[in-house]
């Protein structure tokens, strides 16, 4: 079966600070890769996707990037992290559409 | 632009009764519609999808309805249950091999014992 892990669950990370975010995928192959963010009080945006290795699209202009060294690892980066980039972070994966999307537990980044 | 929007922030209903979640959309190309449930703390759960080729679906105490000419579709839950106090999410797609969900606002429900 498939298993998504995303970590840390939790951190806390000073304004200016960098930022690293990991997300792996077990038990498919070639899978589409999310990263989206809810913010205080809002809906699911999402931030980037891939559909395979090195391929990264952004959705939203933002103090982030994402990469996906490997087919089944997708990463969440910032060099430099801002107040606004506070929020709950979500990976998923799906395979072709109308699958469904299946998401990681998410991770609670608060910026201080 | 708010392609997906849930007018609702927040819905209360008593346990047995009715639940009734409501989404608009403005992009006639979704052909697909998902709603996802989502608890604190955690990666929100696929619940049940409609294919635009359908206008309801049913599975279990869930039910889904679609009005494409209204761009309006709805998630009935009976009975309502404690345990079905989540946010709920829906999202619609549309073609392309990248699969992109596009998530409304979300509707927090709470069921009253």
């Known amino acids: 079966s498939q298993t998504i892990h995303q970590w840390p669950a939790t951190l806390v990370q000073p304004v200016g600070s960098p930022l690293s975010l990991e997300c792996t995928v077990e038990g498919t192959s070639n899978p589409n890769l999310y990263w989206y963010r809810q913010a205080a009080g809002r809906g699911l945006q999402l931030l980037f996707y891939s559909v395979g290795i090195g391929q990264i699209s952004s959705e939203v202009p933002q103090n982030l990037s994402a990469s996906r060294p490997q087919d089944r690892q997708f990463i969440l980066s910032s060099k430099k992290l801002l107040l606004s980039d506070s929020g709950f972070y979500l990976c998923a994966w799906s395979r072709d559409r109308p699958h469904g999307y299946t998401f990681g537990s998410g991770t609670r980044l608060t910026v201080v | 632009d708010q392609q997906v929007k849930q007018n609702s922030p927040s819905l209360s209903v008593q346990e047995g009764r009715i639940s009734i979640l409501n989404c608009d959309y403005t992009n006639s190309m979704f052909d697909y519609f998902l709603w996802y449930k989502k608890y604190p703390a955690e990666g929100p759960t696929f619940l049940i999808s409609?294919?635009?080729?359908?206008d309801k679906n049913e599975d279990g105490r869930f039910t889904v309805f679609l009005n494409k000419s209204a761009k309006h579709l709805s998630l009935h839950i009976v009975p309502s249950q404690p345990g079905d106090s989540a946010v709920y999410f829906c999202?619609?797609?549309?073609?392309?091999?990248?699969?992109?969900?596009?998530f409304g606002t979300g509707t927090l429900l709470a069921v009253q014992p």
């Open positions: 409609i294919s635009s080729i359908k």
């Open positions: 999202a619609p797609t549309y073609g392309g091999a990248t699969n992109k969900l596009i």
